[in-house]
Structure formats: structure tokens, C-alpha cells
């Protein structure tokens, strides 16, 4: 899914206009009942710094990840991301997705062809590279696993400390 996002907004360029982000989410998940939803991207500016939105979206779900951007991205750069993204993680079998490490291989095979400093995008005028401005939340499918914030293994396994 790609769409203008601000804030707590997905779909709009201004503040006050779009879909708010806990509606979104939730129909995503009421999608994800009863539909073959494995993974959401998420390719919004600033969607991914909504980490608990993440967490509570794929709790209870079939929802095995949730990948989003924390800055304002340029859209070619983010595309070409995304799309190694969509290329190694519908890769996966069914039963991977039981498998956090099989996921998070994955996304590391996904953006390891990127360079973790390239400076993806801009905060308050700052500039932050890619390796600061994504986030991941996988919950393995399956009873007892719990959604988790995965994004500094994914940076450590990729060797691009944070």
C-alpha cells in the first residue's frame, strides 16, 4: 500500500485530510481475517513511526509483518526498496511464515542490495539514511508468538547499526 502519509494520516497531504491511521489498520486487519494477507508495506512517509499501530495490527491476525518508512521518502528510491521487498518475501512458503528468522532472512536478502547510508529522506531538514528510516514488525504465524519490533535485528543481521 503506497499513499501520502503525515503523521497519524495515510492519504492525504494535509493534516486533516485522509484516512485516519487507527481506521486504516484496523481494516487491514478485518481484511486479513478473512483473506490471504501475509505481510503489509507500507510505502507512506512517516507511517513506520507508528510502531504500537504496527504491534496491535498484527496481533490476532494472520498478518505475519509489517514493514514501514519513519521520514518524508522520495518515491523512486522507496519504490525500488519496496519492490525487493515484494520480491524475496512472497518467496517464502507457508509454513516460513511460522518462522521469524526465515522472515527476517528474507527482508536482510531484500535489503542487502541497498546501502544502509544512502540518505533516503529528510526530518526537519535533517538528513537520515536508510538504515534510520525503516521499520519492521514481525509476528510468525501460529499460536504463542507475540508481534515484535524487529527492526534493530533486521539492522544488525544487515550490518548496518543503527
Known amino acids: 500500500m503506497a499513499a501520502h502519509g503525515t503523521g497519524k494520516r495515510i492519504g492525504g497531504l494535509k493534516a486533516k485530510t485522509g484516512m485516519k491511521l487507527p481506521a486504516m489498520f484496523k481494516a487491514v486487519k478485518n481484511a486479513a481475517n478473512y483473506s490471504n494477507i501475509e505481510g503489509v ?15 496491535s495490527t498484527t496481533k490476532n491476525s494472520h498478518i505475519a509483518w509489517i514493514f514501514g518508512y519513519t521520514c518524508e521518502i522520495g518515491w523512486m528510491a522507496s519504490t525500488l526498496i519496496d ?4 520480491e524475496h518475501l512472497m518467496k517464502l512458503k507457508k509454513s516460513d511464515l511460522k518462522d521469524r528468522n526465515k522472515i527476517l532472512s528474507a527482508f536482510e536478502k531484500a535489503l542487502r542490495r541497498f546501502n544502509g547510508d544512502y540518505i533516503l529522506c529528510k526530518r526537519k531538514e535533517k538528513n537520515i539514511p536508510l538504515k534510520s528510516a525503516i521499520t519492521l514488525v514481525v509476528q510468525p504465524r501460529g499460536p504463542g508468538f507475540k508481534a515484535q519490533d524487529e527492526t534493530e535485528n533486521l539492522l544488525k543481521k544487515l550490518g548496518w547499526g543503527a
Do not use: H, T
Request: with cysteine; aromatic share 10%.
Open 41 to 55: 508495506l507500507i510505502g507512506s512517509c512517516s507511517v513506520g513511526n507508528n510502531i504500537d499501530d504496527f504491534i
Open 83 to 86: 519492490v525487493s521487498i515484494f
